[in-house]
């Protein structure tokens, strides 16, 4: 029998989304042999029709890196030129790697938003994204070959556009992160902040970080999907 599984749709320039992942991954551990997951592209240029919008960026990760230290995020540290302006390859990067195996998946998911949002690193381009893999493939069962064929051939373009338009069109999810249970349950940016964003100003209204324990809300959401 298989394990239930969970569907994450979420964007890999969400900060919100990097936040909960790095929340998942700490009481992953205790669940893993009886969840698997299964990751969705929802992809913010997609709804937004523009790339990543760097302002509303730097304000969010500058109050994540505040609110937050124990989360590896920094300030962009390249020259603004050198800004992704697109992540539909990271996206494709993904659903290679959970083409392949979870854990080659899970691996991916983090390690594509490391790079972003830790490393100041383009998960768009070529080379980033096969330096990612090989990263991925020296600490989990991910073939590099195989990837690398996938992705240069464009095998799952088609997948995360598709993934990406169910979630923002016909399921109309709440946001990036979403998790839906086993059960069918939607639940939007678990344990997440609560940011009002000006965009005129470009400067927040308003930041009331999560004040709960976030890892018992992870737990309790893994322990109903368990059941």
């Known amino acids: ?44 240029e997609y709804v937004n029709r523009r790339g990543i919008d760097k302002p509303l960026l ?5 109050l994540l890196s505040k609110a937050h ?15 992704p302006t697109t992540l539909w390859p990271a996206f494709e990067a993904l659903a290679c790697a959970q083409a392949q195996s979870h854990a080659a998946a899970f691996a991916m998911s ?17 080379h980033e994204v096969l330096a990612i893999a090989r990263e991925v493939a020296s600490e989990t069962d991910l073939d590099p070959d195989r990837f690398t064929g996938d992705w240069d051939g464009g095998r799952y373009k088609a997948t995360v556009i598709a993934e990406s338009r169910r979630g923002w069109d016909e399921l109309k999810l709440p ?6 249970l086993p059960n ?23 930041f009331q970080p999560f004040t709960g324990d976030p890892l018992a809300v992870f737990r309790d959401l893994l322990d109903r999907s368990v059941g």
Do not use: H, K
């Open 58 to 62: 730097d304000v969010e990760v500058a």
């Open 184 to 206: 069918g349950e939607v639940i939007g940016n678990p344990a997440g902040n609560d940011l009002d964003y000006d965009e005129e100003r470009q400067s927040a209204r308003s």
């Open 110 to 126: 983090w390690a594509l938003r490391r790079a972003f949002f830790a490393e100041s690193r383009d998960p768009s381009l070529r």
């Open 1 to 44: 029998m298989s394990a239930p599984t969970i569907e994450i749709y979420s964007s890999i320039d969400c900060p919100d989304a990097y936040l909960a992942i790095f929340r998942l991954r700490q009481v992953w551990p205790e669940y893993a042999n009886r969840l698997q997951i299964r990751w969705r592209a929802l992809a913010l």
């Open 175 to 180: 946001g990036s992160p979403t998790f839906i």
């Open 69 to 83: 230290p124990d989360l590896p995020i920094r300030a962009w540290a390249r020259p603004e030129w050198q800004w």
